[in-house]
């Protein structure tokens, strides 16, 4: 069987998003070909509330998913659907944009803000599909316990387990993975899929005969190949993977409108000037609290 081996280590680089949220962009524009459907992985893991309490203000998106999952937190959200809920500790919310949503996600004080935001691309056919929310409690996120190590299936199938959800554009695979100290685990994958892992705590080895051992807070793009294996150091470690097909289509990126041509990146600019740019919902979102 053809073993998965490191390809890429990137380790991101701190910005400010939002009103001002400092936070590690791990992939983003730069990417795009080699990490395809995934757009952009945003990391945020802060004990100071003022790296982020200025959150994420109201915010167009069209073209893309995004997934946001807290390890700990807390973050209360809003949309121009009318939709209200927080995402708390262990918690997910997939949030299909599809042709239009204005969105506001205000992160609140707590003992750790712990976790990602992953931008998944949609395909040219399914760009203009209805916006809708998934929101993933904790509880509903299967855990498997194998030998040494805790697998949470957020999306996808696990070893004949699904997820909490599966994907209705892009089927994706993702775990957040939870590996004791010197422990292995391996997973049988599609040969064609794009499959890359971010270490939040600890450091593994990806490839059995080098034996080199990537740390926290790095990215791991894998070779293709149809199993991969993972080992922890004394370390152990936690991480979350990420696997699924790419699309293989042209991208038209800009802010947070992602399309395949300049066109129509251009067209959803100009209907959020005209105040048209929702089809569902109210586009005043403006006249909304942020509180």
């Not at 803000?113 to 509880?139: S, T, V």
Request: aromatic residues 10%; charged residues 25%.
């Amino acid at each position: 069987m053809n073993m998965r081996t490191i390809d890429k280590i990137v380790d991101g680089n701190v910005g400010y998003d939002g009103a001002g949220v400092k936070l590690v962009r791990v992939i983003a524009n730069k990417t795009v070909k080699k990490f395809d459907p995934f757009l952009m992985l945003d990391v945020f893991d802060s004990v100071d509330p003022e790296d982020y309490i200025k959150g994420f203000p109201w915010h167009p998106h069209r073209g893309i998913e995004t997934i946001t999952y807290l390890i700990q937190g807390k973050i209360e959200h809003g949309d121009s659907l009318g939709n209200r809920g927080s995402i708390d500790d262990g918690c997910c919310q997939w949030m299909t944009a599809g042709g239009g949503i204005i969105h506001q996600e205000m992160p609140k004080p707590s003992e750790r803000m712990f976790g990602f935001q992953l931008w998944l691309n949609l395909p040219k056919k399914n760009k203009m599909c209805n916006p809708k929310y998934h929101d993933i409690r904790a509880e509903t996120i299967p855990k498997i316990d194998e030998d040494g190590c805790t697998i949470n299936v957020i999306s996808g199938n696990y070893k004949g387990n699904p997820g909490a959800i599966q994907g209705e554009y892009v089927k994706t695979q993702i775990f957040d993975v939870n590996m004791e100290k010197n422990s292995d685990w391996s997973i049988e994958t599609n040969s064609e899929s794009t499959v890359f892992i971010y270490i939040f705590q600890g450091e593994g080895c990806f490839d059995e005969e080098n034996k080199q051992y990537v740390h926290e807070k790095n990215a791991v793009l894998l070779t293709s190949g149809e199993k991969l294996k993972v080992h922890s150091s004394d370390k152990g470690m936690r991480f979350s993977v990420f696997m699924g097909n790419p699309l293989k289509e042209p991208v038209a990126w800009g802010g947070p409108i992602v399309m395949n041509t300049k066109e129509e990146l251009k067209n959803a600019f100009d209907e959020i000037e005209k105040g048209t740019f929702v089809k569902n919902g109210n586009n005043n979102y403006k006249a909304h609290s942020n509180k």
